[in-house]
């Protein structure tokens, strides 16, 4: 999907509501830019819009109906005058697009991307966020009746997917699947890594963005990006070890079962991803490895303490 050329009477409505509805020169869109980043297979476009009062936002083209549908629900709430969520992305506006698809109008945030550095530190920060989007998903469910992706049974794909020593295999996904079940679903962004991740403009929240994989998901399966930080350096093992523990305390669930929850999802992830590229037999190599690091975290499943 393409951007149109100009700017249109959607993106004036927006840039009037930001300056309170004035028709003043704050709410003139001077500048329309392009935006790099966005590029999954729901994304059709990002844009820039900048004020000569100072102000900016940012339409994104989607063709995800679950992240439009969620845009509306929090347009709703707000409305309402429910209290948001500071984790989740701030809507402006979001309406079909006659050309296909759907545009949302956003809030722009500080700092996103680039890469993961900026948020080492922030571990307390990110989990008191993911917890606080878990539960607001959660309301916005029961007001909304919203229809969220269906949890994944990545055990079931791995048993599948893994071929060689499968006694073994079976054996390691019994293992989890029996530990794993005591513990519920829960709602998750499920795409949470740093080019998801920007802080508010008062840099004191982070805030999430891209809501096309919201759904249920096994405990800590949102963290699934940063257990990938236990194959590389000492510094994003440590980064990903205190995001969950941090995590854990939160939500009153073991550290072991977050991160057995992300290492079993990474695990599916990296099996996926490796098979796509072409590469099945690193895929399967990499799945093994994480269901590894997995069985390691049940060992401390009874407690929250540090790996």
């Not at 999907?1 to 869109?29: E, H, K, T, Y």
């Not at 029996?178 to 403009?201: E, K, M, T, V």
Request: with cysteine.
């Amino acid at each position: 999907m393409s951007l149109p050329p100009g700017i249109d009477a959607a993106a004036r409505d927006v840039a009037q509501s930001l300056s309170g509805g004035r028709s003043a020169s704050g709410a003139r869109i001077v500048t329309v830019q392009p935006l790099t980043g966005g590029t999954g297979a729901s994304t059709g476009g990002l844009r820039l819009y900048r004020l000569d009062g100072g102000g900016a936002f940012i339409e994104k083209r989607t063709t995800s109906e679950l992240e439009y549908t969620l845009a509306r629900a929090q347009l709703v709430d707000t409305a309402a005058g429910l209290p948001r969520c500071p984790a989740m992305l701030r809507y402006l506006a979001a309406m079909p697009d006659p050309a296909g698809g759907y545009r949302l109008f956003m809030e722009r945030l500080e700092e996103v991307g680039g890469n993961d550095s900026w948020l080492w530190g922030a571990e307390a920060r990110l989990a008191e966020a993911a917890e606080a989007f878990s539960l607001a998903i959660a309301a916005m469910r029961r007001r909304h009746g919203l229809a969220l992706r269906p949890a994944p049974d990545v055990l079931a794909m791995l048993g599948k997917a893994l071929t060689g020593t499968k006694d073994a295999t079976d054996a390691q996904l019994a293992t989890l699947r029996s530990a794993l079940a005591g513990y519920p679903l829960r709602p998750a962004h499920n795409d949470l890594f740093w080019p998801n991740i920007g802080q508010s403009q008062d840099a004191e929240t982070l805030v999430f963005l891209d809501f096309a994989l919201v759904g249920d998901n096994l405990p800590g399966a949102e963290f699934h990006h940063f257990a990938k930080g236990l194959t590389k350096s000492a510094r994003h093992r440590a980064f990903f070890l205190a995001l969950t523990l941090q995590a854990a305390e939160r939500a009153s669930i073991p550290a072991g079962i977050m991160r057995a929850g992300a290492c079993v999802t990474a695990a599916a992830r990296a099996r996926t991803r490796e098979t796509r590229r072409g590469r099945p037999e690193e895929g399967q190599r990499l799945a093994r490895r994480f269901l590894g690091l997995a069985e390691d975290a049940l060992q401390e499943r009874s407690s929250t303490r540090e790996l």
